[in-house]
């Protein structure tokens, strides 16, 4: 087996990542380096380390923390937990429960809770599919009701309706507040080129597809999940199976965080097929992170939501 091809395990991990520092150091070199302005003044210059800080001078004189507008800014964690926890995301197949984390870091379970939910955050700020189809391309629509969500006040548990697109091996998908036409037909034309084949089951809120320019193909589910034509949902049907799988691993998935998981869900699944780069990608890039971009990105998963 030749070198770029190994596996990443964990003795490659902390011969990476040894310690805080090497973390720390790797962070700054994504973020600024020598590639990346100023953020003050907006100028590639020199950086100094200010002792054993986690900031750096630049050469202009301003001082920049490295973790501020990550995921990471002000927690208690280590840097290498940060790191760790990274990579236990990226080579688990089913999800990882908060449990998990905490027994592997030996941390709180409040800190495991929050650790698990910012790295999905993280992960919901990763590149996605936006636009599919094309004249000579299929897309496969369908939406799926998912019981996977607890009440708090004791009550039965709610549950929401997941709408999906699929298309080349990709998908994207978001939560929706019902299965109306006015829901579905906005999103699909939002996300769909025109004269795209675009194949559905008979729900009714998929009629009208037709009258916005695309080739719409309906699946009756109760014979087949195809039509003996070559047209299949089996694309899409392959991503529920593997949205039901990972939030069974889950158990309880509170409504709020729902977006999360199906974030992290859609991340993993669109790269199922390089999951060796998973972890390069997590710690290779750190989008700005606030309060308000986190409702940005909840928007993004939650389309029940209003922008």
Known sequence: MSESTKPFG???FFERFPDEEACLQHIFKVRFGNHSPCPICGIVGKWTRIGCTKKWRHSCGKHVSV??????YRSNLSLLAWFYAFFIFSNSSIGVPSGFIRRQ???GPKSAYRLCRMIRVHM???ARPGIFGGPKNAVQVDEVLLRYITNPGGGANDAVILLGLASEGKVLSAIIPDRRAATLIPRITAHVVPGTTVITDMLLGYGTLAQFGYDHVQIDHSVAFHDFRGNTTNGIEAYWST?????RSARQVSRTQMWTYIAEIEFKYNRRHHKSKIFEELISQFPLYTDEVERDLKCRFDWSLPR
């Open 243 to 247: 949205v039901r799988r990972m939030l």
């Open 124 to 126: 919901a700020s990763m």
């Open 10 to 12: 964990i003795l490659q």
């Open 67 to 72: 973790l501020k507008g990550t995921v990471m």
């Open 105 to 107: 870091l030996g941390i």
